[in-house]
C-alpha cells in the first residue's frame, strides 16, 4: 500500500494554493546538553507567528534512526516512500549536475583515473585533476561514438563526470568498474540482468574508446564509471495529487528532484528575495509551491551554528512575501536534520509546522525541536506530509462511503 | 520493506558500545485512576539521571493494542518485525527450555495424555502428572527409534514435554493430534504442505511407538503432539546491524531467543549481579550487549505491586556499574508491559529511555509512564529501536546521496 494509491483516486480540485517552504537541513542540536538548538536560538517571528495559528510536529525522512542524502530527504517530503522510490547514484548525479533526463535514459559516474603501461590504475582519482584540467577532456569523450546510442557526457568537479546513455534497449543494472584499489586494471562492466546486457556492452566500449581518447594525458588517460542507473519512474504531483506544481530552487539537485515528480522548475532566482519574485510571478499560474532554501543545511555541514541560526533568520523574513499571496495552507520544514554540531546530516526528527484555516492547532508558541514534540502532528514520516497539505487544502475527498 | 533492507547496507564498524537493558514487562499501570503506575511510584535515582540526559519515548511491542509473548516482544525489541518473523509455537517451547535448535530442526510440544482401552481421549493432560512422574517417562521416550531421523525429547513441567526432530527433509507444517476434547482419540498427524509430509509420517510413527514405551502406564499411557515448527529463520545480528551481540540473561528463554538472532549467550548468571560481573567481564569482546531482567515481569503476573516496584528499584541499582564502563547508548526498556493490576502481559505501549551523546535531549525529568508520553522518541514500534541505538552509536552511514 502506498499513500497515493489514496490520494490518486481522493484528489478534488478547487482554487487554493499550497507553499512547501523547505529549509534544508532545519533540524539541528544543542551546543551543550540542555541547551537550545539553532532553530531554537534564531529570532524567528514570523515562524513563531505560523506556529501559534498552526499545529506542529516531527518530520522523520525516511524511519527512526535513518539519516537521508538529498535524494531520499526531498523524496519523503514530496510524498514518496523513500524506500520504495531509490534515484540510483547516477542518476542523482546527473540531476544534481542539472541534467535532465527523459524516460529510459541511463546516467553514469564517470572518474577519470591514471592508468600505467599495464594498464593498471595507479590513482583512481587522477591525482584529482582541477576542474579546469577536467572540463576540456570531458569534451574530448563527447567524441565516443557508439551506433544506436546517443551519449552525453558532462563535467561534474575535479576527475568526476557524468555519462548519459539514450537509445533503446539500455537498462541500469550494470555493476560499477571501479576497483576500488590499485594496481589492478579498472573492471569490466557486468550485467546484472539480462536486459542490462546492451548497457554494459555500451559501458565496455565507451571505456574503450575513452583510452584512445585520453591516451596522451599525464594523468587523466582513463576512466571508470560507477553508479549506472536508470531515471527513476516516479508517478507525476499532477497524477497523483492532481496539483501543477511550481520548484523554485537556486542549486540544480533540487531543480532536478523536482522535475523527477513532474514539477515544473520556474525561474532563475539566485537570492532567497528573487525566489520570492519568481513566487509572486507564477502564483497564479501554479496550485503547489515548492521553495528550496540552501543554506540552513550548507552552514550545518560546516559545523557554524551561529550562521547556521543566521540563515534561519534570514529565512524567516521571507514569510511576510509569503503571506502576502494568502496562501491557503504554508508547510515550514526540512528534508533531515543537519545539526552543526555533528557537520552532517542526521537522523533526528525534523522541526515542521503547517499553517492553514482548519488545521486544529496545538500549544506550541515558537518554532523548534523541543515544542515540536508536543505538536499536534506528532511524529510522523514524511511522505506523509502531502497528503496532509492536500487534506488541510480541502483537496482530498472522503475516503468510502 | 524492512528496516534491515537499510541497516544491512548502512551499518559501519567504530569501536561504540551499546547496552540494552530490558526490564521484562516494565510498563503497568496505577492502582487507581489517576495514581501512578509501579515505575512511577519506585525511587530510581540512576534512570532519572540517564532520563535527564537522554531522550525518552513510548515502544508499541507489536502494534496498537497487541499484547506480546516473550517471543514476538523480545524480536520486537532486537529489530525483526514481530509479525513478519514468527516463532512456532515447538520452537518457542524448545527455546525456553534451553534446547539449541539448529537449522532444518523441527520442534514439538507434547502433553502426555490417558486413553481407555477404545483409544479415545479420557483425559488430555494426563492427570497433570506431576514433573517428578513424567521426567521418567520422557526418558522412556528416548527409546523411539525412527530411521534416518534423530530425535530428542526432553521435558518441560507436569504433562508437558518437547520433541525434536532432526534430519533431512523435515518441515514444520503439520497439524496438532490434540483434538481439543475428550471421548475420541487423537487426531492422525496431517501434513499442510507436501514438504511436511515426512514430518507428518514421523510424527504418526513417534505416537505409534511411544504409546507402545508407555502401555504398562496408569495416567500417562498417550500422547499428543502440537505447535510443530521449524526453527525460525533469523537473520543474524551480525549480518543486519554488523554488531558482535552478547546476551546476559539468567532464563532459559531469553537466552535462547537471542542465541535465534545470533547473539552469543555469555556467562552463567544467576543474579544481576552476576549478570554486571559478565557484563564487565565481556566488555572488550562484544560491541552490543542485551542484559535480561525477569523480575519485572514476573512480579507483574503475580499481581503483586509492591514486589513490581521493589524489582524496578533494584534494578535501578545496577545502573552505575553499567555507566561504569562508559558504554555510548544506553537503552532501558522492556518487551512489553505486566501491569501488576492485569497480573498479565498487556498492550499498553513501554517506557522506553534511550541515553547518548547527541541523542536529543526532551523535557523528561524522570523515568515514568506519563512523563515517557512527552518524550522525544515519541511513540514508535519497537522494531525501530535497533536503528535508533546504531544511529546514536555512530554505526549507520547515510542512506541514499
Redesign the interface.
Same mark, same amino acid.
Do not use: A, D, N, Y
Given at each position: 500500500m502506498d499513500i497515493h494509491d489514496l490520494t490518486r483516486d481522493l484528489n478534488t480540485k478547487n482554487d487554493t494554493k499550497i507553499v512547501l517552504l523547505v529549509a534544508d537541513g532545519l533540524g539541528g542540536?544543542?551546543q551543550e =546538553? *540542555?541547551g537550545l538548538?539553532e532553530l531554537e536560538i534564531a529570532h524567528t517571528p514570523n515562524f513563531d507567528a505560523l506556529v501559534k495559528q498552526g499545529v506542529c510536529g516531527?518530520s522523520l525522512p525516511?524511519?527512526?534512526?535513518?539519516? =537521508? *542524502?538529498?535524494?531520499?530527504?526531498h523524496l519523503g517530503l514530496f510524498g514518496y516512500d523513500?524506500?520504495?522510490y531509490?534515484?540510483g547514484?547516477g542518476a542523482?548525479?546527473a540531476t544534481g549536475i542539472g541534467f535532465e533526463l527523459t524516460s529510459g535514459d541511463v546516467a553514469i559516474r564517470g572518474n577519470f583515473c591514471t592508468l600505467d603501461l599495464a594498464g593498471n590504475i595507479t590513482d583512481r582519482r587522477a591525482g584529482r585533476i582541477p576542474t579546469e584540467e577536467s572540463s576540456p577532456l570531458v569534451e574530448k569523450l563527447r567524441n565516443v561514438d557508439i551506433p544506436g546510442v546517443e551519449i552525453f557526457v558532462e563535467p561534474v568537479k575535479e576527475h568526476r563526470f557524468v555519462v548519459v546513455l539514450r537509445g533503446v534497449g539500455l537498462a541500469g543494472h550494470v555493476d560499477d568498474t571501479d576497483p576500488q584499489q590499485t594496481g589492478v586494471p579498472p573492471l569490466e562492466p557486468v550485467a546484472r540482468d539480462a536486459a542490462s546486457e546492451r548497457t554494459a556492452e555500451v559501458c565496455s566500449e565507451f571505456v574503450k574508446q575513452a583510452r584512445g581518447l585520453l591516451a596522451d594525458q599525464p594523468k587523466a588517460n582513463g576512466c571508470t564509471l560507477r553508479g549506472v542507473a536508470e531515471k527513476p519512474q516516479l508517478p507525476s504531483y499532477q497524477e497523483v495529487y492532481g496539483l501543477r506544481a511550481a520548484a523554485i530552487a537556486v542549486y540544480p539537485m533540487y531543480k532536478g528532484l523536482a522535475r523527477l515528480v513532474g514539477m515544473d522548475v520556474v525561474g532563475e532566482a539566485n537570492t532567497l528575495d528573487e525566489q520570492m519574485d519568481v513566487l509572486a510571478a507564477n502564483w497564479s499560474a501554479y496550485d503547489f509551491f515548492f521553495i528550496h532554501f540552501k543554506y540552513t543545511d550548507s552552514t550545518g555541514e560546516d559545523g557554524n551554528f551561529a550562521a547556521k541560526v543566521a540563515k534561519t533568520e534570514q529565512l524567516d523574513q521571507s514569510v511576510p512575501r509569503i503571506l502576502a499571496l494568502n496562501p491557503d495552507v504554508v508547510i515550514v520544514t526540512g528534508d533531515h536534520s543537519t545539526?552543526s554540531?555533528?557537520a552532517?546530516?542526521?537522523?533526528?526528527?525534523v522541526p515542521t509546522l503547517l499553517s492553514a484555516r482548519n488545521c486544529r492547532t496545538d500549544r506550541c508558541e515558537t518554532f523548534g525541536?523541543?515544542q515540536c514534540?508536543?505538536g499536534g502532528l506528532?511524529?510522523f514520516e514524511a511522505k506523509y506530509l502531502m497528503s496532509l497539505a492536500l487534506a488541510n487544502a480541502g483537496r482530498l475527498g472522503k475516503y468510502g462511503a
Open positions: 542540536l544543542p =546538553p *540542555g538548538t516531527l525516511v524511519l527512526p534512526g535513518i539519516s =537521508p *542524502g538529498s535524494g531520499p530527504g523513500p524506500v520504495k531509490q534515484i547514484r542523482l548525479e545539526p554540531m555533528l552532517s546530516h542526521s537522523w533526528h526528527p525541536e523541543t514534540i508536543q506528532g511524529q
